[in-house]
C-alpha cells in the first residue's frame, strides 16, 4: 500500500507545482490585457470583439473590473496552492496531524471563500455592463459545489484542529 | 497548582531502579522517565494501576496535589 500512496503523493505534489505556473501565466496574461485595455484600448478591445468604446464604455469599463479582479484571484490561487503543497509535503514526511496544517486548511477555506466572493462579484460586473447586443458570458457566479467546499474545508479544519489536539493529548500520555 | 510525581521516592525508598520498574510494569523506560520527570500530561489507570502492583503502594503515593 506504501507505493500507491507514494505515487499519489508525487503526482499530487508535481500537478500542484503544474497549477502553481499554469496560476502565474494566468495572471501574466491577465495583466498584459489589463494593461493593453489601458495603453492600447482601441487595438485590445478589438481583439476581444467589443466595438468603439465611445458607443460601449461601460463594457468596455466592466471589463477592466473583471480582469482587475481576475487579477487579485491571482495571489489567492498562489496562496491556496502553497498552502496545499506544504500539506502535501508533510504527508510525504510522514507527519501530517500537526497544527500548522489545521491552520493551513483554516487558510485555505477563507481563500475558498474569498474566491467565491470574487466569482460573485464578477458575475455581477458582467451582468450589469452586458448589453443584449454584446452580452458577456462569463464562467462565474454563484456555485453551490463551490459554497459547499468552503463549508466543508472549514469544517475539516476544525475538525483537523481538535484531531492534532487529541493526538498532542495522547503523546503525552503515559 | 500542580501535580507533583513522587516516582523517584518510591522507587527509592523499594530499592528499585526505574529500569526494573519498567521491565515489571511492561511499560517503556522513556515512558517511564517522562512521567518520573513530570513530563507526562495524562496517565493511564492501567499504568498507575501496574506502577502501584509493582511497588506495592497506592497511587497517593506515587502522585500529589501540590496547591500554588
Known amino acids: ?6 505515487n499519489a503523493l508525487s503526482i499530487a505534489h508535481i500537478g500542484l507545482r503544474v497549477l502553481i505556473v499554469l496560476n502565474w501565466i494566468y495572471g501574466a496574461i491577465v495583466l498584459a490585457l489589463l494593461v493593453g485595455m489601458f495603453v492600447a484600448e482601441p487595438w485590445t478591445m478589438t481583439a476581444l470583439g467589443v466595438p468603439a468604446p ?3 464604455a461601460a463594457l468596455a469599463m466592466g471589463m477592466r473590473a473583471i480582469a482587475a479582479l481576475g487579477l487579485v484571484a491571482v495571489p489567492l490561487n498562489l496562496a491556496l496552492l502553497t498552502r496545499l503543497v506544504a500539506m502535501v ?6 507527519d501530517p496531524f500537526v497544527a500548522a496544517n489545521a491552520h493551513r486548511l483554516q487558510a485555505i477555506a477563507w481563500i475558498l471563500l474569498g474566491q467565491q466572493v470574487l466569482g460573485l462579484g464578477i458575475a455581477l460586473i458582467g451582468k450589469l455592463v ?20 468552503v463549508v466543508l474545508t472549514f469544517v475539516l479544519a476544525r475538525v483537523f484542529a481538535e484531531g492534532t489536539r487529541m493526538r498532542e493529548d495522547l503523546e503525552g500520555t503515559v | 497548582m500542580t ?5 523517584d521516592a518510591m522507587l527509592h525508598e523499594r530499592r528499585m531502579t526505574l529500569t526494573e520498574l519498567a521491565e515489571r510494569v511492561d511499560i517503556t523506560l522513556a515512558n517511564l522517565s517522562i512521567l518520573k520527570t ?16 509493582a511497588l506495592g503502594c497506592q497511587p497517593g503515593d506515587i502522585l500529589e496535589f501540590v496547591p500554588d
Open chain 1, 130 to 149: 452586458s448589453t443584449p447586443g454584446h452580452a458577456l458570458h462569463l464562467d462565474a457566479g454563484f456555485s453551490p459545489s463551490g459554497w459547499l467546499a
Open chain 1, 89 to 94: 509535503q508533510t504527508v510525504g514526511a510522514g
Open chain 1, 54 to 56: 465611445a458607443q460601449f
Open chain 2, 3 to 7: 501535580i507533583a510525581v513522587k516516582l
Open chain 1, 1 to 6: 500500500m506504501t507505493r500507491p500512496i507514494s
Open chain 2, 38 to 53: 513530570g513530563k507526562a500530561r495524562a496517565v493511564r489507570f492501567s499504568t498507575l494501576e501496574a506502577i502501584c502492583a
